[in-house]
């Protein structure tokens, strides 16, 4: 099924570890990025890329690191996990012939001990 | 600068009851607007968007919103509650200018009293 796909939905990290969170699309999109939800806070963008080889920043991109190394994937790597990283991530996609209507992962829950 | 407040953090009406969520939003460029639905521990499902066309949008499940830009806001509605209709709704803005970033409001939980 064509979809956002991510991986692991759970994750418990021990503070100082680190980790890749997965995320693969294949609607063939250039637009890809990583989200991060709190509660009260709605989503917050971590990074974005809009096509291979191409990322940015978001407005919370400190303790993370992206990549873009073909259209499909766009991994999250946490370097140093701290409890402030304890949240629900989400992948999202999208083109510019989807209007701008982004399709989401499932996201993954992780927390950090 | 872009932003989207809405305007209740809560919202509680009962089954049949019709339902309004309510947004409001800043853009500094024509704006394309959406509404995602999120179920416990679910992702995020479109419900409908705006995106310069017909300002009363319909969407799936019934549900409906009216971009108005003399008030820069787009409520969401829907006629008759389901018990289903339970989740949180998020209004999002893209404002365009190229840089395919969305903004998000901070979620309306809807509950639905049988």
């Known amino acids: 099924n064509a979809g956002v796909t991510q991986t692991p939905k759970f994750q418990v990290l021990k503070t100082g570890q680190s980790m890749t969170l997965q995320c693969a699309q294949d609607m063939n999109h250039e637009y890809m990025s990583w989200y991060r939800q709190d509660p009260g806070m709605g989503l917050r963008l971590i990074h974005y890329?809009?096509?291979?080889?191409?990322?940015d920043q978001g407005e919370v991109p400190n303790g993370y690191n992206v990549s873009r190394s073909t259209t499909e994937d766009f991994p999250l790597r946490l370097l140093s996990a701290a409890p402030s990283q304890t949240s629900v991530y989400f992948c999202?996609?999208?083109?510019?012939?989807?209007?701008?209507?982004?399709?989401f992962g499932s996201g993954t829950r992780l927390t950090v001990v | 600068a872009q932003s989207v407040t809405q305007l209740d953090s809560h919202v509680s009406v009962s089954e049949g009851t019709p339902v309004l969520l309510r947004c409001n939003y800043s853009s500094s460029y024509s704006p394309s607007l959406f509404w995602y639905v999120q179920h416990p521990n679910k992702g995020l499902q479109l419900l409908l968007k705006y995106t310069s066309a017909a300002t009363l949008v319909k969407g799936i499940n019934g549900f409906e919103a009216e971009f108005k830009k003399s008030e820069t806001s787009f409520h969401l509605t829907k006629p008759s509650a389901h018990m289903s209709d339970a989740a949180e709704y998020f209004c999002v803005l893209y404002s365009g200018a190229g840089s395919y970033q969305l903004t998000f409001g901070k979620g309306t939980k809807l509950s639905v009293i049988p």
């Open positions: 890329s809009v096509g291979a080889g191409i990322t």
């Open positions: 999202a996609s999208t083109s510019v012939g989807q209007g701008h209507g982004y399709t």
